[in-house]
T-cell receptor, first 113, second 115 residues
Framework: AQSVTQPDIHITVSEGASLELRCNYS??????LFWYVQSPGQGLQLLLKYFSGDTLVQGIKGFEAEFKRSQSSFNLRKPSVHWSDAAEYFC???????????FGAGTRLTVKP | ETGVTQSPTHLIKTRGQQVTLRCSSQSGHNTVSWYQQALGQGPQFIFQYYREEENGRGNFPPRFSGLQFPNYSSELNVNALELDDSALYLCASSLGQLNSGNTIYFGEGSWLTVV
């Protein structure tokens, strides 16, 4: 069955430091992969998505993610974190035949001044 | 701003009652999905409607039901509310399905508390 694991429940980084959030998925075919961000009390905003092609995907707000089939991973990166990036980040894998996306449990990002 | 609007934003219900949540999808989007997000967890897929018919369902009991209207707006109905139904309910709309390369846009959700 499709599933997503986000190993880090909570990460704290200093403003200006680089960031990497981990995501591992389980899926029998080439997956559709997504990263969403959720600020407190808000809905989900799409950061980026991978459907096919180039395995390095660029998103909004300076984020990027790399699909590594051999490692079943889709890690999210940002070279320099801003205080406004503090939020909950969710990785998701899409089931191909409908809009059923399986989400990880999320990683909460705290940014230190 | 995704263009997906949900109402109400917050509500409190008593165990055993029924609730209806509403969603207005982004203009032109013919596919609506509903997700349940319990506190501290990722969203879980409830079901999806495409052109007014349910065409995908997650692991939720039949007391969770829905409707999609000709203008593609949607309702989520939950009967016989249980305490564990307390969650953020997210509506998401898209123009078609994921396997066509479409992006899903989420609303800000309806917070349901069951007491």
């Amino acid at each position: 069955a499709q599933s997503v694991t986000q190993p880090d429940i909570h990460i704290t980084v200093s403003e200006g430091a680089s960031l990497e959030l981990r995501c591992n998925y389980s899926y029998g075919a080439t997956p559709y992969l997504f990263w969403y961000v959720q600020s407190p009390g808000q809905g989900l905003q799409l950061l980026l998505k991978y459907f096919s092609g180039d395995t390095l995907v660029q998103g909004i707000k300076g984020f990027e993610a790399e699909f590594k089939r051999s490692q079943s991973s889709f890690n999210l990166r940002k070279p320099s974190v801003h205080w406004s990036d503090a939020a909950e980040y969710f990785c998701a894998v899409g089931v191909r035949y409908n809009n059923d996306m399986r989400f990880g449990a999320g990683t909460r990002l705290t940014v230190k001044p | 701003e995704t263009g997906v609007t949900q109402s109400p934003t917050h509500l409190i219900k008593t165990r055993g009652q029924q609730v209806t949540l509403r969603c207005s999808s982004q203009s032109g989007h013919n596919t609506v999905s509903w997700y349940q997000q319990a506190l501290g967890q990722g969203p879980q897929f409830i079901f999806q409607y495409y052109r007014e018919e349910e065409n995908g369902r997650g692991n939720f009991p039949p007391r969770f039901s829905g409707l999609q209207f000709p203008n593609y707006s949607s309702e989520l109905n939950v009967n016989a509310l249980e305490l564990d139904d307390s969650a953020l309910y997210l509506c998401a709309s898209s123009l078609g399905q994921l396997n066509s390369g479409n992006t899903i846009y989420f609303g800000e959700g309806s917070w349901l508390t069951v007491v």
